[in-house]
């Protein structure tokens, strides 16, 4: 089959929801399982809590720049005092920065364990189970690689051994007509995508 996919991911987890089974089909972007993703929540609420003491911080940074400005003007304040005051106030500011790319960066950790099917097709293998640990370094003893395998069945291959006496005849892009054993009755219709000429002991 082309287009035939596994589906990886980032990092290990525990496989906890998974939407199909074998013979499914599936739509481009249609949400197919679901990694554990309870420690991500917590980091995503811990780095928004962040954001919130950041942004409190900087109505209180500001308001003493302003005030800093101020009291300079009528030299009640030094120059040392303004600088410390703006810097702070930049200080602040680069640290709502921070905080909103880790809130976005959870944000995408969490969409990252939604799996979702890459193209429309067909599960063609469901290869792990809830409860499984899912690795993206590769299959062990205690991992899958992968949930399930599909393949995109309007473009299908097909590899046929041919005769000596017949290779000859054969050319490419020439049309041809395919007949599974399985489904005698059905005609799939094709063309010689490429010719491999090796021989079969």
């Not at 790319?101 to 799996?115: F, P």
Request: net charge negative; hydrophobic share 40%.
């Amino acid at each position: 089959h082309r287009d035939l996919h596994s589906f990886p991911t980032r990092r290990s987890s525990d496989l906890i929801w998974l939407g199909v089974v074998e013979g499914d089909k599936v739509q481009k972007g249609q949400i197919i399982g679901k990694l554990e993703d309870n420690d991500i929540h917590a980091l995503l609420d811990q780095t928004k809590a962040n954001l919130k003491l950041n942004e409190a911080d900087l109505k209180d940074a500001e308001n003493n720049f302003i005030r800093q400005k101020a009291l300079y003007k009528t030299g009640s304040a030094t120059k040392m005092d303004l600088d410390a005051s703006e810097a702070r106030f930049l200080r602040v500011q680069a640290s709502i920065d921070v905080a909103k790319a880790n809130v976005h960066s959870q944000e995408i950790a969490i969409e990252n364990m939604l799996i979702r099917a890459p193209f429309n097709g067909t599960v063609l293998t469901k290869d792990a189970d809830i409860g499984e640990i899912v690795s993206p370094l590769g299959a062990s003893s205690t991992s899958r690689a992968a949930i399930v395998s599909m393949a995109d069945m309007s473009s299908l291959e097909v590899e046929a051994d041919v005769s000596e006496s017949n290779i000859e005849k054969i050319k490419l892009n020439q049309d041809c007509q395919i007949i599974l054993d399985a489904y005698p009755g059905k005609i799939y219709d094709g063309y010689v995508a490429k010719i491999i000429p090796t021989a079969d002991r």
